[in-house]
């Protein structure tokens, strides 16, 4: 294995320039980014076992042993970030079924079948969820984790144990951050010491649902309460509601304005704020703004789940997605859920979400390309707050290479392939090879 | 090669049974489809040569030689039928760009550039577009063709000459159908005479976007008339639009009746559809099913390009798929366009169209994806007419082999694996290897 990195004809996206550029790296963090001035030729990198990832294929030790990689004009991208998960949930599908389609049952059928899961089925598919997630790309990933203390203590831990292992496997592959979904039903008192105990054992940041609460105001005043005493930022599902009136993100910013938790809070989903009125949504992202609250979207899970009772004119069920981010709301797209009862699709895969939120949000013009790649990069990147992130002298290398040469190519899906680099070694290799039986005859 | 197809532990989605499956096939026909009781052994096949997908990988070779093909439950589907293409304006989106991502735009931005087009240009990039389709498993394509003869006849010809070339070259691989868009501009009588010679030439189907006319009426009897003369069936573009005003599909099937052309028409994207009242909607739906429409939705395509005027509630833009689906009219899901100003994503992957119709018409019910399933593979064929379609006794060898093991899995992508065989042959193999570093070192 080589010590450093050295690329040449890379194109980095995210600077929305053409140009290709030459990259070097030492002991994991980059030491140059420049611009060539034209395509270079193999010779001309001066290395020895030079290496194109298409040759390398799967074979992860061709490129570590590579001293210098030739993209030929591919994209590089830095590690994805995916920042609202619920790996312990993914792959639970076979087990519960959803046979109304409704967030409503996904809910209640989840909470039955959780009591029945071991720990270990738990870790084995938060690792399967986790590793596909890099294999697309992602070295980043802030999960849920559903705590039913309500269900017994017992039950709740499981979960928190099983993550907490799965994020020790994989130390050195990727970052996980865990938000607790503080539960709103039961007693209170015993769920606020479960949760104390849960940051102790190291989860990080407070989450929930609260919009679903009787009482949604007191639920978020108890999770901003926790939130400050153990010092941790607040990540919060909101109105993911078709109902207009649903507006808990007003309470949610004005508790971060008193509390002065501007930068640290995260509202998620926001589908009402679709519903609204204009004058209603215009007041709803001034306070958001006014309160430096971010958002996130999670548009696969949304147009599936959402809009249901609507016949005829069926609403894409997603939140204001350009105008929040017309009004410089930080805005990121991300996964939620992979083939559970919430939303039998799904893969962990950032490029397809980015690819449905296009859809979701008529984005398609050059802008709204480079706009939709932040959205899973350095916005969530600054959410989840990644230090050093991005593809700049001086940061850490985390990366992940592609076979696409434009923005296209990647989110059409074109190009597949994929090459993630991370903690210091390259972590997954995903590699689509193609033949035509006409290719060989001619 | 092998004389004869054997395969074993085949999954049959198409059939609504979790049953594996043993298949023969002899001189290109299927001889045998059967039921197996249990997972079989490799050494239970009586295979010499035994041969699993994801071991051949891209190598078509090995699959050829193989005496027994073991799919250890992966999917087989039949050859996919793509009923509306576009593939004369494939991957021009470079050329021709998009900038306010109208249909309005695209449609005036194409017709200035389709002058600047050459013939080899048009063939090549028909070519990649359908050979791109094959790869995903599409062995039935059935495209529109621009024919703008009030450009110039050469213009016009320049993309049919192009089109029957490339059906001739792929005329081992894959089926080609051409519908010609009759144009509605100009010279009513040259246009007539330059249809009758493209007809002559080897044009299959009349289409058209006669919604798009001043007097679409005039239109629709002019498309109907030519058509009953030449004999061949009709292919329209059909309300397109965001304007529940828009009910040209009224008089198409007051015309398919008229000319006893039941069962022969089709009527593609219907979006207007959506926006009409339920009242409205009913009677449409009753005079389609009436008339013995068929009808095609278009949704990756609908959903880019419609509801641009909405806000806050922002429409889907297809029509409606779940209605129409339960009043027994027969509904295919395809491609439209692929990387061009109406549509700057897109590979021609069935699959892919299956799940952004999963998203569109919140399908995703074990039913639904079977449904799913039938709206690219049964649905389409009949449409586009194929004969002895699907994997049955007697029926011609047209199929894509999937790594899928079931529909979840498959239109997920989590899966994406797929060898293709048509006209007698393995014809394109698409396979995608994985390596983690965390598996080499364990």
Same mark, same amino acid.
């Given at each position: 294995?080589?010590?450093?990195?050295?690329?040449?004809?890379?194109?980095?996206?995210?600077?929305?320039?053409?140009?290709?550029?030459?990259?070097?790296?030492?002991?994991?963090?980059? +030491?140059? +980014?420049?611009?060539?001035?034209?395509?270079?030729?193999?010779?001309?990198?001066?290395?020895?076992?030079?290496?194109v990832p298409h040759q390398?294929g799967?074979?992860?030790?061709?490129?570590?042993?590579?001293?210098?990689?030739?993209?030929q004009g591919g994209?590089?991208?830095?590690?994805?970030?995916?920042?609202?998960?619920?790996?312990?949930?993914?792959?639970?599908?076979?087990?519960?079924?959803?046979?109304?389609?409704? !967030?409503?049952?996904?809910? !209640?059928?989840?909470?039955?079948?959780?009591?029945?899961?071991?720990?270990?089925?738990?870790?084995?598919?938060?690792?399967?969820?986790?590793?596909?997630?890099?294999?697309?790309?992602?070295?980043?990933?802030?999960?849920?984790?559903?705590?039913?203390?309500?269900?017994?203590?017992?039950?709740?831990?499981?979960?928190?144990?099983?993550?907490?292992?799965?994020?020790?496997?994989?130390?050195?592959?990727?970052?996980?951050?865990?938000?607790?979904?503080?539960?709103?039903?039961?007693?209170?008192?015993?769920?606020?010491?479960?949760?104390?105990?849960?940051?102790?054992?190291?989860?990080?940041?407070?989450?929930?649902?609260?919009?679903?609460?009787?009482?949604?105001?007191?639920?978020?005043?108890?999770?901003?309460?926790?939130?400050?005493?153990?010092?941790?930022?607040?990540?919060?599902?909101?109105?993911?509601?078709?109902?207009?009136?649903?507006?808990?993100?007003?309470?949610?910013?004005?508790?971060?304005?008193?509390?002065?938790?501007?930068?640290?809070?995260?509202?998620?989903?926001?589908?009402?704020?679709?519903?609204?009125?204009?004058?209603?949504?215009?007041? +709803?992202?001034?306070?958001?703004?006014?309160?430096?609250?971010?958002? +996130?979207?999670?548009?696969?899970?949304?147009?599936?789940?959402?809009?249901?009772?609507?016949?005829?004119?069926?609403?894409?069920?997603?939140?204001?997605?350009?105008?929040?981010?017309?009004?410089?709301?930080?805005?990121?797209?991300?996964?939620?859920?992979?083939?559970?009862?919430?939303?039998?699709?799904?893969?962990?895969? !950032?490029?397809?979400?980015?690819?449905?939120?296009?859809?979701?949000?008529?984005?398609?013009?050059?802008?709204?390309?480079?706009?939709?790649?932040?959205?899973?990069?350095?916005?969530?990147?600054?959410?989840?707050?990644?230090?050093?992130?991005?593809?700049?002298?001086?940061?850490?290398?985390?990366?992940?290479?592609?076979d696409?040469s434009?923005?296209?190519q990647?989110?059409?899906?074109t190009k597949m392939s994929?090459?993630?680099?991370?903690?210091?070694?390259?972590?997954?290799?995903?590699h689509t090879a193609q033949t035509f039986a006409s290719e060989l005859v001619t």
């Amino acid at each position: 294995m080589s010590a450093g990195l050295h690329f040449i004809n890379v194109r980095l996206p995210h600077r929305e320039d053409l140009c290709l550029y030459e990259l070097k790296a030492e002991v994991g963090k980059w +030491v140059s +980014v420049h611009r060539q001035d034209r395509f270079l030729d193999a010779w001309e990198s001066g290395a020895s076992r030079l290496m194109v990832p298409h040759q390398a294929g799967s074979d992860l030790k061709r490129l570590a042993d590579a001293d210098c990689i030739d993209l030929q004009g591919g994209m590089m991208l830095p590690g994805l970030v995916d920042c609202h998960m619920h790996l312990d949930k993914a792959f639970s599908l076979e087990q519960v079924s959803n046979r109304s389609g409704t !967030l409503h049952e996904a809910i !209640l059928s989840y909470s039955h079948a959780v009591q029945t899961f071991s720990k270990e089925q738990l870790a084995e598919r938060m690792l399967t969820a986790a590793r596909m997630a890099l294999s697309y790309g992602t070295t980043t990933i802030r999960s849920h984790l559903d705590f039913p203390v309500h269900l017994g203590r017992e039950v709740a831990f499981r979960t928190i144990e099983a993550a907490l292992e799965v994020r020790e496997k994989l130390k050195g592959s990727m970052s996980i951050q865990y938000a607790l979904m503080v539960p709103f039903r039961g007693n209170h008192e015993a769920a606020d010491e479960a949760i104390e105990e849960a940051l102790r054992m190291g989860i990080d940041v407070l989450g929930g649902a609260p919009h679903l609460a009787d009482d949604p105001e007191r639920e978020i005043g108890r999770i901003f309460r926790l939130a400050e005493r153990f010092g941790v930022p607040i990540d919060l599902h909101a109105d993911e509601s078709d109902n207009p009136g649903k507006k808990t993100v007003l309470s949610i910013a004005e508790h971060t304005i008193r509390y002065g938790y501007q930068g640290r809070v995260t509202a998620d989903h926001l589908c009402s704020l679709s519903a609204m009125t204009e004058n209603d949504a215009q007041l +709803v992202m001034a306070k958001m703004k006014e309160a430096g609250l971010n958002a +996130v979207t999670l548009p696969a899970v949304n147009m599936y789940l959402q809009g249901r009772e609507d016949r005829g004119l069926v609403r894409r069920g997603t939140t204001r997605i350009r105008e929040l981010l017309a009004e410089g709301i930080p805005l990121a797209a991300a996964s939620d859920n992979i083939q559970d009862p919430f939303h039998p699709f799904g893969r962990g895969d !950032l490029i397809q979400i980015a690819q449905i939120t296009s859809y979701a949000a008529h984005m398609g013009s050059e802008q709204d390309l480079v706009q939709l790649l932040r959205m899973i990069t350095d916005t969530p990147a600054e959410i989840t707050g990644c230090d050093e992130y991005g593809i700049e002298e001086g940061h850490d290398c985390n990366f992940v290479v592609t076979d696409a040469s434009d923005v296209t190519q990647l989110l059409s899906g074109t190009k597949m392939s994929r090459w993630v680099y991370a903690s210091g070694k390259w972590q997954s290799a995903l590699h689509t090879a193609q033949t035509f039986a006409s290719e060989l005859v001619t």
